[in-house]
């Protein structure tokens, strides 16, 4: 079957830690860390509550009104923030471009003004971006300093986001064993901390794994969890992609009408909230699967709507898998 997306973990939490800056160093020209004030604030508040429903476009429109008013006020510490925010935004979006610029330009402020506390959302957003391009050892190296950081700073919760998402590149290099250990303890830190969305990413990938080694069937409970966990914070893109990992472990089970059930129930939430490589790699894995059964025209209409997607993101790996 053609690789689908694992779950990708991002950060909750930022909020709380927008309004403390006793770590940061003033600032070195006009301005200083907060001077911004309520109104940018409340756009940065908005677009984080617009993002957690999984509405990027107008999270990126209430982020970019943060960043203004933050430039106005000279605000370095919350510039440096909307701009990471922005390029969070961007790359779940699938503007790679755009998430880079925006994330490069983030982490220069952050360095240039000492915002310690704030390097661990760049930087594991910046391996995100990295894992997602196919730069594996970028990402790996992102995440690495992701991790220095938040152990330095005692934050076990974000170590265990680290781990996880490291995981990540270990499954494409096909270290599976590191692979797993990152992912259970990711689970274990979302247990402890009571995160929900950071277990079903964690239980998203797991299952990934089973059907990766060859147990679809072991793939079923975990995935199941994901789901429960998904549902109950009504976060949609987790459940994209918790469904489409269970098509593929239906399919590989051979129950194919479930499978397809998952993956069409995936595809539909993926165009609903615009997640482009991920309807991308959803319509792969339904044309593999259609191309199975014998139905070669519908796997061929899917396999070019996923090239042109793929083509236009620039995601030059997955294009000759289409053409193929």
């Not at 409340?42 to 943060?66: H, I, M, P, T």
């Not at 196919?134 to 986001?161: I, P």
């Not at 590191?178 to 990938?205: K, L």
Request: proline fraction near 3%; glycine fraction near 8%; include cysteine.
């Amino acid at each position: 079957m053609t690789r689908l997306l694992p779950a990708a973990l991002l950060l909750g939490g930022v909020l709380t830690a927008c309004r403390d800056a006793s770590d940061g160093q003033p600032a070195s020209r006009p301005g200083t860390p907060g001077r911004a004030g309520a109104p940018a604030l409340v756009s940065y508040d908005l677009g984080e509550a617009l993002y957690e429903r999984d509405e990027y476009d107008s999270a990126a429109v209430a982020f970019d009104a943060a960043l203004k008013l933050a430039r106005a006020a000279t605000d370095t510490r919350m510039e440096a923030r909307a701009l990471t925010q922005l390029g969070i935004t961007a790359w779940r979006m699938a503007r790679y471009d755009a998430a880079r610029v925006y994330g490069d330009s983030a982490l220069s402020l952050k360095h240039q003004y000492a915002y310690r506390a704030d390097l661990f959302l760049s930087y594991n957003s910046l391996g995100l971006l990295a894992w997602n391009e196919g730069r594996l050892r970028v990402a790996e190296r992102w995440f690495d300093s992701a991790a220095a950081v938040a152990a330095e700073l005692g934050r076990l919760e974000d170590v265990g986001k680290a781990a996880g998402n490291r995981a990540l590149v270990s499954v494409e290099l096909g270290e599976y064993v590191p692979a797993q250990a990152g992912f259970e303890r990711m689970r274990d830190a979302g247990r402890t901390s009571g995160n929900r969305r950071m277990q079903g990413n964690a239980f998203t990938n797991l299952g990934m794994l089973a059907v990766r080694l060859g147990n679809p069937g072991g793939a079923l409970a975990p995935l199941d969890s994901a789901l429960r966990h998904y549902r109950v914070l009504d976060y949609a893109t987790g459940v994209q992609a918790a469904l489409a990992q269970l098509g593929t472990a239906r399919a590989a089970l051979g129950d194919i009408a479930a499978a397809f059930a998952a993956f069409d129930s995936a595809l539909a939430i993926a165009r609903a909230k615009q997640l482009d490589q991920e309807v991308a790699a959803t319509l792969e894995t339904i044309a593999d699967l259609h191309a199975r059964v014998g139905e070669h025209r519908r796997a061929l209409a899917s396999y070019a709507e996923a090239q042109t997607i793929n083509r236009r993101l620039g995601l030059t790996i997955e294009e000759p898998r289409d053409l193929r």
